[in-house]
């Protein structure tokens, strides 16, 4: 470890540059001395750095960025209250199937459950709601622990993860050194096996840190048909009469691009219904988009082609279907497809 990597803040910049190299443009935060070293490398690299009021504001804006781009949106809280302040926001997400990555700073690991400031186990806050979510304890679990949590966010049914990120991940070796070790007692082999110790722990922090990695995104995994579904869905559409498609929010979701949805659309010519994120996909004058008289158009409806919609109070339940009707359901989630089946 040279004198100049001693310096550095090296866990806020490997954070940074992987966002960087997943295409992130902007962080959301509210800032705290917990996560300043990843706020100030991702400014130093060109990620806009927007600071809120709020921490639910933080993740709220974060959800809105994924929708309208396609891109995780990325939030960024101190220690504690901080990030106990954006759970409903991350529940929304949840709910939403949005991918959103929240950063939460911790304290040290070294003071961790010695009552350190803000300590809180933050973990446990966020497994219920979040798809993965984990805590680094070496800087260099940093890029491979970042990219995988990024990628679970956006794999499968998107949504939240939150990734804990202690002080003494982010901050440089020198200053955590001096923190711990000036004024540690030498005198007698208890005071210098303690010194050695600390000096040990901190020293594991950073192996490895500065050792060349790759940054780039991992794969996402994302469902398909099988071959036989989709020739069922080709045959049940050559001989409807009268079909009908309902569109929800996935149908906006990578990897297919939203322009790509629409020509497709047009190109069958079946009357659609938008609702979510969906709505406006077709544009303000399309002919095959239907606003009215949607509870009669289903009750008729020979095929009904459920894209990402589940039968929930929307659809009464499933109430709104007619018995006669095919039903063609596509859906991420194996629950919401299978939801009062």
């Not at 990734?163 to 000036?182: G, N, S, V």
Request: hydrophobic share 40%.
């Amino acid at each position: 470890m040279t004198e100049e990597e001693k310096k550095r803040h090296v866990g806020g910049e490997l954070v940074a540059r992987v966002l960087k190299e997943h295409g992130v443009q902007h962080v959301f935060t509210l800032v705290g001395g917990h996560i300043s070293p990843i706020l100030v490398a991702c400014e130093k690299i060109g990620i806009r750095v927007v600071d809120t009021r709020h921490e639910v504001t933080c993740v709220f804006a974060a959800d809105a960025v994924a929708r309208l781009s396609g891109v995780i949106g990325v939030a960024c809280v101190t220690a504690g209250p901080g990030v106990t302040n954006t759970i409903t926001a991350v529940k929304n997400a949840q709910m939403a199937q949005v991918p959103v990555l929240l950063l939460g700073g911790a304290a040290p690991t070294l003071l961790q459950g010695r009552g350190a400031l803000q300590d809180i186990d933050q973990i446990s806050l966020f497994k219920p709601i979040c798809k993965y979510t984990a805590s680094i304890r070496r800087v260099r679990d940093v890029v491979p622990t970042l990219r995988k949590t990024i990628a679970i966010a956006q794999s499968g049914v998107p949504g939240p993860c939150f990734l804990e990120l202690p002080m003494d991940i982010l901050y440089c070796f020198d200053l955590l050194h001096k923190q711990f070790c000036k004024g540690v007692p030498k005198g007698s082999l208890l005071d210098k096996l303690f010194s050695w110790y600390i000096e040990c722990q901190i020293f594991s922090i950073f192996v490895d840190a500065w050792k060349h990695t790759d940054y780039t995104p991992l794969p996402v995994s994302i469902p398909t048909p099988t071959s036989r579904d989709v020739d069922s869905a080709v045959e049940y559409f050559h001989n409807a009469k009268k079909p009908v498609i309902v569109l929800g929010s996935q149908v906006t979701l990578p990897p297919t691009s939203v322009a790509d949805v629409k020509k497709a659309l047009e190109s069958l010519g079946v009357p659609c219904f938008l609702g979510g994120m969906a709505r406006g996909l077709l544009g303000r004058r399309s002919p095959i988009h239907i606003r009215q008289q949607r509870g009669i158009a289903l009750k008729e409806a020979d095929l009904v082609v459920l894209a990402g919609v589940p039968c929930d109070f929307r659809l009464g339940y499933g109430a709104s279907l007619s018995r006669k009707s095919k039903i063609i359901a596509v859906n991420r989630d194996y629950d919401h497809l299978t939801k009062v089946a």
